[in-house]
């Protein structure tokens, strides 16, 4: 069993920064392709942000500009790097990745962490 580990978050006030990071918990699994959604109270998820395998990033308007993902394949981990935090980026923030097995390289699913809250205060 394999399960996506998310890390940081909490309470910020409007123009701070916060770093998530989200890792899958055994080492014989790699991330493939993880994206950060977020869901506010009473909204539809929303994707935030997306990394490849590749590198390829893809950013919602909302935080371009502000959010930056980034990976570190040697710790099979992807970060969310959050600047100038404003209160309607509030929400749950879950990562969801695509996992393969590190052995022979198959696909082994699509996966989502447990929620992480991040609240910006005004």
């Known amino acids: 069993q394999v399960q996506l580990m998310e890390y940081g978050g909490g309470l910020v006030q409007a123009g701070g920064s916060l770093r998530l990071s989200c890792a899958a918990s055994?080492?014989?699994?790699?991330?493939?392709?993880m994206g950060w959604y977020r869901q506010a109270t009473g909204n539809q998820r929303e994707l935030v942000a997306q990394?490849?395998?590749?590198?390829?990033?893809y950013y919602a308007d909302s935080v371009k500009g502000r959010f930056t993902i980034s990976r570190d394949n040697a710790k099979n981990t992807v970060y969310l790097q959050m600047n100038s935090l404003r209160p309607e980026d509030t929400a749950v923030y879950y990562c969801?990745?695509?996992?393969?097995?590190?052995?022979?390289?198959?696909?082994?699913?699509?996966?989502w962490g447990q929620g992480t809250q991040v609240t910006v205060s005004s």
């Open positions: 969801n990745a695509d996992l393969k097995r590190t052995w022979d390289g198959a696909y082994f699913g699509n996966y």
């Open positions: 055994r080492n014989r699994f790699s991330i493939v392709t």
């Open positions: 990394v490849t395998s590749g590198g390829s990033t």
